[in-house]
C-alpha cells in the first residue's frame, strides 16, 4: 500500500499482510474451539435438548425479522466515510481562511503539528477522531498561511490549485469506480517505488535549496521542474485511487464503523498533498522559471 494510514491498518490492509499481522498476535495463545456444529465433551445431550425445546414462535419471529443493515450491526459504510471526509474538509477549510485572514506567518508551527500529529495518526491502531480533527486544525493552519504566501506572489494560483485538486479527485473516482484502473500488487509495489523516489529527489532540493547550493525551485525549475510536478500529481492521482480500494476492502469485509474516521483522515492526508503539488506546479508555471 501506498498510504501509511491505509497500508499499516489491520483491516483497511491487504488481505493477506492483514492475515500474517492478525495471526502472528494471536497465533501463540489460539486455542481449538468447538466447530459450528459441534458440541463439547460432556455437553452433547443438553445442547441437544435445548436446541428441541426452543419455542417455535421465537424461531418464527427471528426469521421473519427484515436483515440486519450495516447501520444495525455498527459496521461500516460509504455514507460514514463521506461524512466524516466531508466534515474533515469542511474544518480544514474554515480554519485556512482564517489563518489566511488574520494570521498567515504561523503557517510554520501548522505545519510543524501537522506533520507529528499526522504520524501519530497514522501509525495508531485503533483512530482517535480528537488527534484527527487537531491535525486537521493544524493542517489548516500551514495550508491558509502557504496559500496566502503562494497567493501574493502569483495570482489566482490558489483557486486554480483547488479546482484542479476538486477536478483530479472526481476524475480518479471516477476511473476507480468505472474499472477501468484496477489495483493490482503490481501497481502498488510500483506505486511505493515511484513514491520513496520522489520523496528523497524532494528532501535532497530542498537541502540544496536551504545550504544556498541552488537558488530558486533548485531542481524544480524550468521544463525540468513541470515535468517533476506532472509526475508527482500523478503519484498523487494514483495514491487516491488506492485509497478508494482500500476504502472499498474495508467496507466489504464489514469493519467496525469508528474506521470511518481512519479512511476520512487517509483521504485526507492524500488531498493536502495533491493540492500542494499542485500549488507549486501552477507556481512554476506562472514564475516562468
Keep these: 500500500m501506498s498510504n501509511p494510514v491505509f497500508s499499516n491498518s489491520d483491516v483497511f490492509g491487504e488481505p493477506r499482510r492483514t492475515a500474517a499481522r492478525r495471526g502472528a498476535r494471536t497465533g501463540s495463545t489460539a486455542t481449538a474451539q468447538p466447530q459450528y ?59 485556512a481562511a482564517a489563518t489566511w485572514t488574520m494570521a498567515p506567518g504561523i503557517w510554520p508551527i501548522g505545519m510543524v503539528v501537522g506533520l507529528v500529529l499526522g504520524l501519530v495518526n497514522a501509525f495508531k491502531r485503533n483512530p482517535s477522531p480528537v488527534l484527527i480533527m487537531l491535525y486537521t486544525v493544524a493542517q489548516g493552519v500551514f495550508l491558509g498561511g502557504i496559500s496566502a504566501y503562494y497567493e501574493s506572489f502569483y495570482d489566482g494560483v490558489v483557486g486554480q490549485a483547488v479546482l484542479a485538486t476538486i477536478c483530479t479527485f472526481g476524475a480518479a473516482l471516477l476511473l476507480f469506480r468505472s474499472g477501468k484502473v484496477r489495483v493490482t500488487p503490481k501497481f502498488t509495489r510500483w506505486l511505493l517505488i515511484a513514491m520513496v523516489g520522489y520523496l528523497v529527489f524532494s528532501l535532497v532540493n530542498v537541502v540544496l535549496i536551504w545550504t544556498n547550493v541552488l537558488d530558486g525551485w533548485g531542481m524544480r525549475g524550468g521544463t525540468l521542474g513541470i515535468v517533476i510536478g506532472l509526475f508527482a500529481v500523478g503519484l498523487a492521482a494514483a495514491s487516491l485511487i488506492v485509497d478508494f ?45
Design 37 to 95: 456444529g459441534q458440541v463439547a465433551y460432556g455437553a452433547g445431550s443438553a445442547g441437544t435438548t435445548g436446541a428441541q425445546a426452543a419455542d417455535a414462535a421465537s424461531l418464527d419471529a427471528m426469521y421473519q425479522a427484515p436483515s440486519a443493515t450495516t447501520a444495525d450491526t455498527k459496521r461500516l459504510t460509504y455514507d460514514d466515510v463521506v461524512i466524516k471526509t466531508g466534515g474533515l474538509l469542511a474544518l480544514l477549510v474554515v480554519v
Design 245 to 289: 480500494d482500500s476504502i472499498k476492502r474495508g467496507v466489504e469485509q464489514g469493519v467496525p464503523a469508528k474506521f470511518a474516521w481512519s479512511a476520512a483522515f487517509g483521504l485526507l492526508v492524500t488531498l493536502i498533498w495533491l493540492y500542494l503539488e499542485f500549488l507549486r506546479l501552477l507556481a512554476i508555471f506562472q514564475s516562468g522559471d
